[in-house]
């Protein structure tokens, strides 16, 4: 019996360690996040530019003029077939996510609802300002 108060004590002392440990380690990576992207907007993705050289297969590959021409071309055809994809696809991808919206919808209560229909339009929103940018297709509209 006179172990347990002591392990009581240990397990106390661990679960604040890893309190403390984990907020300062939350923090310190916020603050990063935070000076990192400092110039862009809270809801956006790194840019192509801001995305790190060995990301762009051109300069990884080493391309010639030529090779770099030609990888251009098929990089626009190819996105202009999968904008095209897209298009196509929309209305169903549409309907997939009110459907799922609705049934989300139907268990929560009220107070629930409220909340999950501002965090759809704030959803809404930031796709349809980003969607400019990426010259993305047809986005789903809210329930």
């Not at 397990?11 to 300062?24: D, M, N």
């Not at 909340?115 to 010259?135: C, L, M, T």
């Amino acid at each position: 019996m006179k172990d347990r108060p002591r392990a009581i004590a240990v397990l106390v002392a661990v679960f604040l360690a890893g309190c403390i440990l984990g907020s300062a380690g939350s923090y310190s990576w916020l603050r990063w996040q935070q000076e990192t992207r400092q110039d862009q907007p809270a809801d956006s993705f790194p840019s192509r530019r801001q995305q790190p050289e060995r990301w762009h297969l051109p300069t990884l590959l080493e391309l010639t003029p030529e090779q770099n021409a030609r990888y251009s071309e098929i990089m626009a055809e190819s996105r202009r077939e999968l904008d095209g994809l897209r298009s196509e696809q929309a209305p169903k991808i549409r309907e997939i996510i009110m459907k799922m919206n609705r049934r989300i919808s139907e268990i929560l209560t009220e107070e629930q609802r409220r909340k999950f229909d501002d965090y759809i339009r704030e959803v809404e929103h930031i796709r349809k300002r980003s969607s400019g940018r990426r010259g993305g297709a047809d986005r789903p509209p809210k329930p």
